[in-house]
């Protein structure tokens, strides 16, 4: 159902399609990234399926993607 799995510091994502983009200097790199058609990890959520979603963050993001499975 979802392509990529992305884990940020703060949250866990599955998403159709991730953009990782990072910006700032050497010294403190900002990390931007762009989920669409995503669903968040959040118990406190009242809806975990979004269109969009983007994060910003200094820390390490995992992004991997997840195998296709045939039908």
Same mark, same amino acid.
């Given at each position: 159902?979802?392509?990529?799995?992305?884990? $940020?510091?703060?949250?866990?994502?599955?998403?159709?399609?991730?953009?990782? $983009?990072?910006?700032?200097?050497?010294?403190?790199?900002?990390?931007?990234?762009?989920?669409?058609?995503?669903?968040?990890?959040?118990?406190?959520? &009242?809806?975990?399926?979004?269109?969009?979603? &983007?994060?910003? $963050?200094?820390?390490?993001?995992?992004?991997?993607?997840?195998?296709? $499975?045939?039908?």
């Amino acid at each position: 159902m979802f392509r990529y799995a992305v884990e $940020t510091e703060r949250r866990f994502y599955l998403a159709n399609d991730v953009n990782v $983009t990072v910006g700032g200097d050497a010294s403190r790199p900002v990390i931007e990234v762009e989920l669409s058609d995503a669903w968040v990890w959040d118990m406190y959520r &009242k809806s975990r399926f979004v269109p969009k979603v &983007k994060v910003l $963050t200094f820390k390490d993001v995992n992004v991997e993607e997840l195998p296709r $499975t045939e039908i």
